[in-house]
């Protein structure tokens, strides 16, 4: 069993930044991918960027790209996602999930149904 625990989330201005962090816990942290997810009110769920164990692959959100930088730190087991030039359509309860069967260290799942691990979610409200 992993359990993740995510911080760092919060209200910020628009054109703000923020760093949301994920702490696993468990000692095969770096053979799991990662992703972020978030969901809106009223909205599903939606996947944010994902990396690979080796943390040589990230993949992004069309919306996030250039704004999201995902990375980790396995010495840690910890995973970041820092968001820069934050909009209020980025307002949402971000989740981080991990993968336990990824099949390599060079991809990672862009579905949640891939996601075997849950945090318990971080507010992030961005203000306009």
């Known amino acids: 069993q992993v359990q993740l625990v995510e911080s760092g989330g919060g209200l910020v201005q628009a054109g703000g930044s923020l760093r949301l962090s994920c702490a696993a816990s468990?000692?095969?942290?770096?053979?799991?991918?990662m992703g972020w997810f978030r969901q809106a009110p009223g909205k599903e769920r939606e996947f944010v960027a994902a990396?690979?164990?080796?943390?040589?692959?990230?993949y992004y959100a069309d919306s996030v790209k250039g704004r999201f930088t995902i990375s980790r730190d396995n010495a840690k087991n910890t995973v970041y996602l820092q968001m820069n030039s934050l909009k209020p359509e980025d307002t949402a309860v971000y989740y981080c999930?991990?993968?336990?069967?990824?099949?390599?260290?060079?991809?990672?799942?862009?579905?949640?149904?891939?996601?075997?691990?849950w945090g318990q979610g971080t507010q992030v409200t961005v203000s306009s």
């Open positions: 990396i690979s164990w080796s943390g040589g692959s990230t």
């Open positions: 999930a991990a993968d336990r069967l990824s099949p390599s260290p060079w991809v990672a799942g862009i579905v949640g149904a891939q996601y075997d691990y």
């Open positions: 468990g000692r095969t942290f770096s053979s799991y991918a």
